[in-house]
Nanobody
Framework: VQLQASGGGLVQSGGSLRLSCAAS????????IAWFRQAPGKEREGVSC?????????YYSDSVRARFTISRDKAKNTVYLQMNSLKPEDTAVYFC????????????????????WGQGTQVTVSS
C-alpha cells in the first residue's frame, strides 16, 4: 500500500486544519490506522489511531484529546484527521501509518508497530 498525506499548512493559533491520508495500491481496510507527528528534535509521537481489534475504537494522545478527531471514509479510501483549536505546540510533520496485524488497545499509538508509512505533511501553527 502507498499512503499519501496532505492538508498541512500554516494556520494561526486557535485555527483548524483537516489532514487527509489517501491510499493507493490497496484498500485502507487495515485493522490499525494511525496519525503520528514529529517536531524538530523530538521523537515521533502517536496522535490518534483507529483500532479495529475487538471493535472499532479511536484513541488519542492526551495532548490532542477533545481537539482532534480521526475518521475514515471507506468509499474514498481515505483517513482524515480533523484538528481544531490548534496550538503552536502542534507544529510538526504529520504522518499516517497502517498495520495489517492486530494489536491490543492503545498500542496502536506506538510507532514501532507500524511498517507502512506515508510521507509527512507539515503543519505549522503560529502564535
Amino acid at each position: 500500500v502507498q499512503l499519501q498525506a496532505s492538508g498541512g499548512g500554516l494556520v494561526q493559533s486557535g485555527g483548524s486544519l483537516r489532514l487527509s491520508c489517501a491510499a493507493s495500491g490497496s484498500s485502507l481496510d487495515y485493522p490499525l490506522i494511525a496519525w503520528f507527528r514529529q517536531a524538530p528534535g523530538k521523537e515521533r509521537e502517536g496522535v490518534s489511531c483507529i483500532n479495529r481489534s475487538g471493535g472499532s475504537i479511536s484513541y488519542y494522545s492526551d495532548s490532542v484529546r477533545a481537539r482532534f478527531t480521526i475518521s475514515r471514509d471507506k468509499a474514498k479510501n481515505t483517513v482524515y484527521l480533523q484538528m481544531n483549536s490548534l496550538k503552536p505546540e502542534d507544529t510538526a510533520v504529520y504522518f499516517c501509518a497502517v498495520r495489517a496485524v492486530r494489536v491490543p488497545g492503545r498500542t496502536c499509538l506506538n510507532s514501532a508497530v507500524y511498517a507502512y508509512w506515508g510521507q509527512g505533511t507539515q503543519v505549522t501553527v503560529s502564535s
